[in-house]
């Protein structure tokens, strides 16, 4: 077997390592071009910086090959900051020490990706044409792949390493979301001397909030408030909060009612209380989905029974890389790594997970039985 087990293990330590919140995701960048100049291949860096605002671009290696030309991608940016991050590793899984979140999403899958293409250039092994991509800034919004220029993208398919248990599930479906912004004024005043003379911003955003269905709405359909912030201090009626929110839904109609719903709440609440709201909603990521005919998804299923999986094709309620990249025209499914707990302090991984999300991707490119 050409995958290395205590290679993956000691890349993925070595990587886990760095800080790398998004927007700052170029101590991971260098970290990757060094690998792959170590293996002979060259690494370009597109220009999409000074679109993301990071301190990189995205990554892009191609390997010439034979066959239907893949993409292969995976996230350099972790959800939040962990400065000073301990790992612990025992009888084969890691985690830390619960201070900082691991950052297995989706370092996970970069060291996946990786493992896979040393065996290819190392073993010198016959492989379809790939294309990989490592994005920033994955998690705020895809920014970092929808920066991407897809026009200079080749690949006919695409294969996204950024999903959990178990390990080789495919996800062949996943929402439209929208986000929402909204600034709601209202008028200072002293809380004590002249109550009556203000407006207060956050009754107003409470009141919209409560008015509003949250949670799972349908089968098909979420919505959440994630984030207020507002007022100053306690003796003065606040007059401005901020709000934000998305929705989610497999289906356009329902994703449409529910956006316009919210933002009507908002503007109820203004009219109620003599204040004011500016809302904005805009598409974070338009959902996919992909027939078990597909070729992407035929070829996703042979590379899990090569590697002796049971394949499990699945609908995820989260958006990906994946999303963007079927946007772009390139038939594109997430792939499982193993990754459990993620976006929290809980999250750890499985060294035979990450093994065998390695083994999936050398399957997928080689079109071989591991």
Known sequence: ?????????????????FNSPSKREGVVARWLEAEFKKLGLTVQE??????????????????????????????MDVVEEMEGVEVREAHGSFRTDGSTILGADDKAGIVAILEAVTALVEDELPHRPLELVFTTCEEIGLCGVRALDKDKLAAEYGFVFD????????????????E???????????????????????????WAIAQLPIGRLSPTTT???????????????PDLVEVWGEVRSFSEDELAEQSQLMEE??????????????????????????????????????????????PQLVSSG?????????DFGIPTVNLGVGMEGAHTKEESVELVDLTLAAQLALALATGKNL
């Open 1 to 17: 077997m050409p995958i290395d087990e205590e290679r993956i293990a000691a890349r993925f330590l070595e990587l886990v390592g």
């Open 46 to 75: 597109d220009e999409s910086a000074s679109e993301t605002g990071s301190d990189t671009g995205n990554l892009i290696v191609r390997l010439p090959g034979e066959g239907p030309a893949l993409l292969f991608a995976a996230h």
């Open 163 to 178: 999903s959990g248990k178990p390990t080789a599930h495919i996800i062949t479906s996943s929402p439209s979301q929208d």
């Open 180 to 206: 929402h912004y909204y600034k709601i004024q209202g008028k200072a005043a002293h809380a004590g001397v002249a109550p009556e003379q203000g407006i207060n911003a956050i009754s107003m955003a409470a």
């Open 223 to 237: 919505a959440n408030i994630g984030k207020i912030t507002g007022g100053t201090a306690t003796n003065i009626v």
């Open 265 to 310: 709440s908002f503007q109820r609440a203004a009219a109620k209380f003599g204040g004011k709201v500016e809302g904005k909603c805009t598409r974070a990521f338009t959902g996919y989905s992909i027939p078990l005919k597909d070729p992407v998804v035929q070829l996703a299923l042979e590379a899990v029974h090569n590697i002796g999986v049971d």
């Open 318 to 326: 989260g958006g990906s890389d994946a999303n963007v990249l079927n």
